[in-house]
């Protein structure tokens, strides 16, 4: 299901937007300077989450719910690559866990992100519904 609830394009416009014609941007998480060749765009609420979340909604529905802007965000690779299908708040969690170091200002940073991508997964959710309602009694 991931695989089709995901929409590169969007992730890839995004990605031009932010940098433009920069050769590198602030990262999202860490706030350090990010070369566009070593960042990625992350779902900040993984897409299995929305999945899980929102199974009653169709394919295309949980697409555009996952690929909200808000729910984008740049950051390096590694992190992206080591976060996986986890939120912002587990992957900070088990980071510490196992012992490793995470900035407080990248911690503020990646809840700060989760808080956001959390309130807009729900505005969009919220819009497809009253679209769907409106266009039942458009009828």
Same mark, same amino acid.
């Given at each position: 299901?991931?695989?089709?609830?995901?929409?590169?394009k969007k992730r890839k416009k995004i990605a031009e937007e932010r940098f433009g014609g920069k050769k590198t941007i602030k990262d999202d998480y860490?706030?350090?300077?990010?070369?566009?060749?070593?960042s990625n765009v992350d779902h900040v609420t993984p897409i299995d989450e929305v999945?899980?979340? *929102?199974?009653? *909604?169709?394919?295309?529905?949980?697409?555009?719910?996952?690929?909200?802007?808000?729910? #984008?965000?740049?950051?390096?690779?590694?992190?992206?690559?080591?976060?996986?299908?986890?939120?912002?708040?587990? *992957?900070?969690?088990?980071? #510490?866990?196992?012992?490793?170091?995470?900035?407080?200002?990248?911690?503020?940073?990646? #809840?700060?992100?989760? *808080?956001?991508?959390?309130?807009?997964?729900?505005?969009?959710?919220?819009?497809?519904?009253?679209?769907?309602? #409106?266009?039942?009694?458009?009828?």
């Open positions: 299901m991931a695989r089709e609830t995901d929409d590169v860490t706030s350090k300077r990010i070369q566009k060749n070593k999945d899980r979340r *929102y199974s009653n *909604y169709s394919p295309e529905e949980r697409k555009r719910i996952a690929n909200t802007e808000k729910n #984008l965000a740049i950051t390096n690779e590694k992190i992206n690559k080591s976060k996986g299908n986890l939120t912002n708040s587990e *992957y900070i969690d088990r980071e #510490l866990k196992k012992g490793k170091k995470i900035s407080v200002e990248t911690a503020g940073n990646m #809840l700060e992100k989760q *808080y956001e991508s959390e309130k807009a997964i729900k505005k969009e959710a919220k819009k497809i519904k009253a679209e769907k309602v #409106l266009g039942f009694f458009k009828k």
